[in-house]
């Protein structure tokens, strides 16, 4: 069973890194897939690996991580001209953030125009369907 | 007199802690990538003696390992550094994967234990970097997350970061992939085991320690 839990950035807005990250992780934990409205900042996303190593064991294996960033297509000077205005009143609640168990989700690949999302499900059905 | 004296003393001291004071050269990457190939290349480059044991077997590397002073030289221009082998960095250990390679269940915790350990530690040391070489295999997606947030931490601390494009002896090695997700890095195509255009690399290394 795939669960998606959407969380919007103003849940985490006011909460320090330690308890977002907490709140992101034990989602995770519980076997459901985050859609996180906007970004961690840098140092978060690897406090996020750090915490998960910690809770590593045989039954939770860890995640997989992906944020996409806005405006990916538009030109560079567009999005350069842009880019101060809009950071300015959005900032980190650009883009979209995705961290799912690594149990369910094998990899989620990303090239700069597309994002794939492949499941534990996608692979059994592959494998069933090959044989 | 006593000034003379004075100055003497702190000219003393100072040399005493630029003598001391060494780059550290870290490697960061995910696991598998060839970070401990590169490590024992540029060992056996300068020193004539290996680092680090290397496998197929993801996360060999499970401790951070240090080899100091080592000097390269090319030309008049010369640096010398703490080379930083990691044990790179994961969002995933699964023990059962390594039982893939024929560990036995128990060994195969063990190692899992280990890894996520060796993932801390790499993070943590990451404060601790003067410069970084992110060393990638050119085979595999380059827009991994993993491959960004370490990055992008880099550049959050200000660290220097020459990234390598390893494994180009393979034919489905594709440094232009690699050089397009970080466009604004020096990228530099290697074969770490091979030793396929290892010149070019101290090169760079040169440009980016400065
Ligand atoms: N073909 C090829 N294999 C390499 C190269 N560098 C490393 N490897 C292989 O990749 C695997 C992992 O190497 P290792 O240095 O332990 O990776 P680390 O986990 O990043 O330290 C080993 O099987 C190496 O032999 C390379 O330049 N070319
Ligand atoms: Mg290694």
Wanted: glycine share 6%; net charge positive; hydrophobic share 40%.
């Amino acid at each position: 069973m795939l669960t998606l839990q959407f969380v919007p950035y103003s849940e985490i807005e006011y909460i320090s890194s330690v308890g977002r990250i907490r709140k992101l992780l034990n989602i995770a934990k519980e076997n459901r897939i985050v859609l996180l409205e906007g970004r961690l900042k840098k140092e978060e996303e690897a406090e996020l690996i750090k915490a998960t190593m910690e809770e590593i064991n045989k039954d939770f294996k860890g995640i997989e991580l992906s944020v996409i960033y806005p405006n990916k297509k538009e030109s560079d000077l567009f999005r350069k001209l842009k880019k101060g205005f809009v950071n300015m009143l959005l900032g980190d609640r650009q883009g979209l953030t995705i961290i799912g168990p690594a149990s369910i989700v094998r990899e989620i690949k990303k090239d700069p125009d597309k994002i794939q999302l492949f499941t534990e499900d996608d692979t059994r059905a592959k494998k069933r369907r090959k044989k | 007199m006593a000034n003379i004296f004075e100055k003497f003393i702190k000219a003393f001291f100072k040399n005493l802690f630029r003598r001391k004071k060494h780059i550290k050269l870290g490697l960061y990457g995910p696991p598998n990538a060839g970070k401990t190939t590169l490590a024992n290349k540029i060992c056996e480059d300068w020193l004539g003696e290996s680092m680090g044991k290397v496998t197929n077997v993801p996360h060999e590397t499970r401790e951070i390992q240090i080899k100091e002073q080592i000097n390269i030289k090319s030309g008049n221009k010369e640096i010398s550094f703490n080379l930083v082998d990691t044990p790179g960095i994961a969002t995933k250990i699964d023990y059962e994967d390594f039982m893939k390679f024929g560990l036995t269940a128990k060994k195969a915790k063990k190692r899992a234990k280990e890894a996520t350990k060796g993932v801390i530690d790499s993070i943590r040391w990451l404060d601790n970097m003067d410069t970084v070489v992110v060393v990638l295999d050119a085979t595999k997606d380059p827009y991994s997350q993993v491959n960004i947030t370490i990055i992008g931490n880099l550049e959050a601390r200000k660290i220097p970061v020459l990234v390598v494009a390893n494994k180009v002896d393979l034919k489905k090695a594709k440094i232009k992939k690699v050089q397009s997700a970080f466009p604004q890095y020096h990228v530099v195509g290697i074969s770490a085991k091979y030793g396929n255009n290892i010149d070019e690399f101290y090169e760079s290394l040169f440009k980016v320690v400065g």
